[in-house]
Each structure stands twice: as structure tokens, then as C-alpha cells.
């Protein structure tokens, strides 16, 4: 795994306004000093972000969050305590030293205490905040190991920290705490109704009240492929069709079981939504790579364990073109 003298030598990466990409339980992370603006434009240049879109920052315990928050509402408290370290991220008052690169100049700050034992031992040596985006370019799919990291950046990102496959495979659960009511604003493996149970209280969770477009989602987590999701026999019906056309299409099956027909490059991801979680992004990798005109994917389940699921499939699915069936 990862050494102590990786981990002290990234530590004089990030104190000298360098770039290291670290394990988190979730998905890899591309991290800069939190306090270094130097560092902090170094990080969007790497990612091709956008400026206004604002960064986690990373700290070793919830103690530490004092120091980048003004106001740390009772409800954080009850979050904390419940599923930190873990894979929730919090959005609170920003405290006024906190810079504007880091929230987008936004009057909130992103926090989240990571499990990862890499994460952990890395944020303890270095002592003060990472800040850490997902370790993708902008937009893409997120690296769930460091293979993926490596591939995503080459040379421009020389400290990788190897901690192994992650854990979870899917983003952080991110809850806004700033405003009048707790707000869900991005699903992961910790579930509202897990939420609402340690704060005793309703979140409200505008991505089920009011479902947005698809065509109007910001294009995200996505491949280069063109992908789309639906049920299993209509899934079945399209790629056959394809296929007849002379395309060449890639199957992320999820319940189905792979037809008589050549030509299709076929993924059997796990039936249970974590394992599902654990191996989606690899698995989009591994479909992306194909070079398919098309990737089909099988509609997760209704049930609440798959929400964040099926809220990166349909994230991945926005903007792409309808694949062509006549
Ligand atoms: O699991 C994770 O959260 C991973 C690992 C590396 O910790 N990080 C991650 O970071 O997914 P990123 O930058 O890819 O996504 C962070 C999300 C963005 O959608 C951003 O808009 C949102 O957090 N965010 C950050 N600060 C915010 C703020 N002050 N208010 C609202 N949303 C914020
Ligand atoms: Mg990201």
C-alpha cells in the first residue's frame, strides 16, 4: 500500500503548493493546500474547472472545522458524530479567512473528514485543510484508483498516492447545512433517510421533488460515448437493433443476461447496489475504451439504496446525442 515516507513526501508536496492525488473511501482525490492560493489555481488548471465551481475541503477530524467555518449549527454537530470519517460532505457558513478561490466566492464552505486510511494519515501530517475535487478532468469520470488518476493526468500530476480500488466508488453525500433546513444536494452512499434519522429531522431533497430534464442536466461523470438508460427488454430490443445496423455497442446489464449476438461488448455489473457502486466507474472506463458507438446502460432499481446510482447514470446520459435506430 502506501509507505510513510510516501505519505511525509507528499506531505512536502502540499506544503510547497504542489498537487497530490490521494485514496479517499469514496473516489480519488486531487488535493492542494486549502490555504495556498498559488496552490488552489494550480489544482483548477489541472482539472480545466471552471473557477466557480467550489472545492471540498478535506480535514483530518470534525475539530478542525472551526477553522473554516463561522457557524457550526447543532445539525452538523449530529452528522458529524454519526458518520465521521465517512463519505458525507458538508455545506456550512464560511468563516472569513477561508479564500475565494476555494468556495467559488460563495458565502458556504464544502467540508468533509475522510475514512480512508491513507486520507486520514495524510490530512494528520500535513494538519491543516486539503482541498480535493474528485481526481478527474472536468467532467469526466471519476478515478476510483490510481491507475485511473494516472491515466487521467500523466506526467502533470507526479505524487499519486496508491491506496488501492476505493471503497465506496461513488462520490460523497453532500448536505447543505447553511440554509433554514437541511437540503440533500448531491446523493452517495449515506441515504437521506440515514440522514434524517441522526438529525431527527426532514432533509429536503430537491432532485425527487422536482426531477429536472434530462437534456437539462449539466452533462457529468460522463464517458465519450454517448450513453443511455433504460429498462433491460428495451435495452435488449435497441442493442439488437443496433447491432443489425452495423454499430458496435457496449452493455453495462445489470439483471439482463447477454443475448446470442456478436459484436456487443457486454458488462455484467454486481446486482447489489454497493458492489454496483464499487465497480461503476471502472466499469465505464472499461466500456468507454471499447470505442463503441454507443453505451446501453440497465436502469438501476427505484429503491433508495440506488438513488446516487441513478443519479450519476442519468448525469452521465445528459447531453448525449439519441443513438440512431432507423
Ligand atoms: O467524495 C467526494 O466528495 C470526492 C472526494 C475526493 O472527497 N470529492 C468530490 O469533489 O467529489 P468534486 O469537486 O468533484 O465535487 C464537489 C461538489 C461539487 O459539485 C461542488 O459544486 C460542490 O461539491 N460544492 C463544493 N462547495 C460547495 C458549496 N459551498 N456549496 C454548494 N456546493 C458545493
Ligand atoms: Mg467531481
Redesign the pocket.
Known amino acids: 500500500m502506501v509507505s510513510e515516507r510516501e505519505i511525509e513526501h507528499a506531505v512536502v508536496v502540499l506544503r510547497a503548493g504542489g498537487l497530490v492525488a490521494f485514496p479517499?473511501e469514496?473516489?480519488?482525490?486531487l488535493g492542494a493546500d486549502a490555504s495556498n492560493p498559488d496552490a488552489i489555481r494550480k489544482l483548477f488548471a489541472a482539472k480545466g474547472r471552471p473557477h466557480d465551481?467550489?472545492?471540498?475541503v478535506?480535514v483530518a477530524d470534525a475539530v478542525q472545522v472551526a477553522n473554516w467555518a463561522r457557524e457550526i449549527p447543532e445539525a452538523a454537530h449530529a452528522l458529524a458524530r454519526r458518520f465521521w470519517p465517512g463519505?458525507l460532505?458538508v455545506?456550512l457558513r464560511r468563516a472569513a479567512t477561508v479564500s475565494d478561490l476555494v468556495?467559488?466566492g460563495?458565502d458556504?464552505?464544502?467540508l468533509?473528514v475522510?475514512s480512508h486510511p491513507v486520507a486520514q494519515s495524510l490530512l494528520r501530517k500535513f494538519g491543516g485543510g486539503v482541498a480535493?475535487?474528485?481526481?478527474n478532468r472536468f467532467g469526466r469520470v471519476?478515478a476510483t484508483t490510481a491507475e485511473h488518476v494516472r491515466s487521467e493526468f500523466g506526467a502533470e500530476v507526479g505524487c499519486v498516492l496508491d491506496g488501492g480500488a476505493a471503497d465506496v466508488g461513488i462520490?460523497?453525500t453532500?448536505v447543505?447545512l447553511s440554509g433554514a433546513r437541511p437540503a440533500l444536494?448531491?446523493p452517495?452512499a449515506i441515504m437521506v433517510l440515514q440522514l434524517e434519522a441522526a438529525l431527527g429531522s426532514p432533509v429536503a431533497s430537491p432532485a425527487a421533488s422536482s426531477p429536472r430534464a434530462p437534456g437539462t442536466l449539466a452533462r457529468h461523470y460522463a464517458p465519450r460515448t454517448p450513453l443511455m438508460v433504460m429498462e433491460a427488454d428495451l435495452l435488449l430490443e435497441l442493442a439488437a437493433s443496433l447491432v443489425r445496423q452495423g454499430k458496435r455497442v457496449a452493455v453495462l446489464a445489470r439483471s439482463a443476461s447477454r443475448p446470442l449476438l456478436s459484436g456487443l461488448q457486454w458488462v455484467a455489473a454486481p446486482p447489489d447496489a454497493a458492489a454496483y457502486a464499487h465497480d461503476l466507474y471502472a466499469n465505464l472506463r472499461t466500456l468507454d475504451a471499447a470505442g463503441c458507438d454507443t453505451i446501453l446502460a440497465e436502469a438501476p432499481p427505484l429503491a433508495p439504496e440506488w438513488a446516487a446510482i441513478r443519479d450519476r447514470l442519468t448525469r452521465a446520459a445528459a447531453g448525449a446525442p439519441p443513438a440512431e435506430t432507423t
Not at 26 to 29: C, E, L
Open positions: 479517499t469514496t473516489v480519488y482525490g465551481h467550489p472545492l471540498i478535506h463519505p460532505t455545506i468556495t467559488g460563495q458556504t464552505i464544502a468533509r475522510p480535493a475535487p474528485s481526481a471519476s462520490e460523497s453532500i447543505d444536494l448531491r452517495g
